[in-house]
């Protein structure tokens, strides 16, 4: 059985989102990456690899641990090894493309059709999906839209007042904006035409107030 090598990419929602080989993230997403490059070794297991942006980094992160009377594993590498089953924090064209540069063998990558797969099952569209099949369990609510175009989005607003609009993919705490028919702007009308024509569609949620 080969032995894993973990890459932690925090810049994958926004990979899927743009879903080009060529994908840059933003600078401060990029740091991030890179100094928190050694998170995987809280997961991984003796014997796999953690690919790492600074080994002096890691090393002395895992003496602070040590010291501190925790015990992540131990083991990193650069991920210069082969024969290893790739194991980032997602998969995306842009990790693929990126870890094919660095010389890793196509195989150990997912193909098109599955990267395909992944942005589909990853998008908040999905939500549509699952809360139309629980709308039957007793003590479930809950409703989400998608809209394609401003029009569509001006309706729902209009329609449930305090809103929630989220981009299809988006970071870690990025991409959603709370809106009501009062709070309506140009900025926002600015926000909501880039995330549908830059990804097709947008989210909307109404704004639940639990009592």
């Not at 090598?5 to 991030?32: G, S, W």
Request: with cysteine.
């Amino acid at each position: 059985m080969a032995s894993k090598l973990y890459l932690f990419n925090p810049e994958h929602d926004m990979a899927l989102a743009n879903f080009t080989p060529y994908y840059q993230p933003p600078q401060e997403i990029v740091r991030m990456g890179e100094d928190l490059s050694y998170l995987p070794l809280w997961y991984a297991c003796p014997g796999e690899e953690v690919m790492v942006a600074d080994r002096e980094l890691a090393g002395r992160y895992l003496h602070e641990c040590s010291v501190s009377g925790l015990s992540p594993s131990g083991v990193y590498a650069t991920g210069q090894k082969t024969g290893l089953e790739l194991s980032p924090w997602g998969w995306d064209p842009a990790v693929v493309h990126r870890l094919q540069e660095r010389g890793v063998a196509v195989d150990n990558c997912p193909d098109v059709s599955a990267l395909e797969q992944i942005r589909y099952l990853s998008g908040r569209q999905r939500c549509v999906d699952v809360l139309s099949q629980m709308q039957s369990v007793a003590g479930c609510c809950g409703r989400a839209v998608v809209c394609s175009s401003l029009d569509e989005v001006h309706e729902f607003v209009d329609a449930v007042g305090e809103t929630v609009l989220k981009s299809p993919w988006s970071g870690s705490g990025r991409g959603l904006l709370r809106v009501s028919p009062q709070t309506w702007s140009t900025n926002v009308e600015g926000w909501v035409a880039r995330v549908i024509r830059t990804q097709g569609g947008i989210m909307g949620e109404p704004l639940y107030r639990w009592i």
